[in-house]
């Protein structure tokens, strides 16, 4: 049974940083692609970022610059460093692997706010 685990979400000033992780377990993911989707009240859930099994990134546009992802896969393990906040970044984030269908964790608030 694959089961995601994040951490590390909460309460930042705008122009903080926070750092997201996500623990995976119920199988070997290192061939499978990882990432996160963030969604705030009243809006769909949408990818910020992912990265494949060999490293490839990709960001979306409101991010790019400010947010990087990794991954330790002797971990089964990704990460979303996030820099230079704004209070647009404030929603629930989800990390997933993709492993023949979608698998998500339960979700972290992360609210930027003075």
């Known amino acids: 049974q694959v089961q995601l685990v994040e951490s590390g979400g909460g309460l930042v000033q705008p122009g903080g940083s926070l750092r997201l992780s996500c623990a995976a377990s119920?199988?070997?993911?290192?061939?499978?692609?990882m990432g996160w989707y963030r969604q705030a009240p009243g809006e769909q859930r949408r990818l910020v970022a992912s990265i494949t099994s060999g490293g490839g990134t990709n960001y979306a546009d409101s991010v790019m610059g400010r947010f990087t992802i990794s991954r330790d896969n002797a971990k089964n393990t990704v990460y979303l460093q996030m820099n230079s906040l704004k209070p647009g970044d404030t929603a629930v984030y989800y990390c997933?692997?993709?492993?023949?269908?979608?698998?998500w964790g339960q979700g972290t608030q992360v609210t930027v706010s003075s």
């Open positions: 119920g199988g070997i993911f290192s061939l499978n692609a």
């Open positions: 997933y692997v993709f492993a023949r269908t979608y698998y």
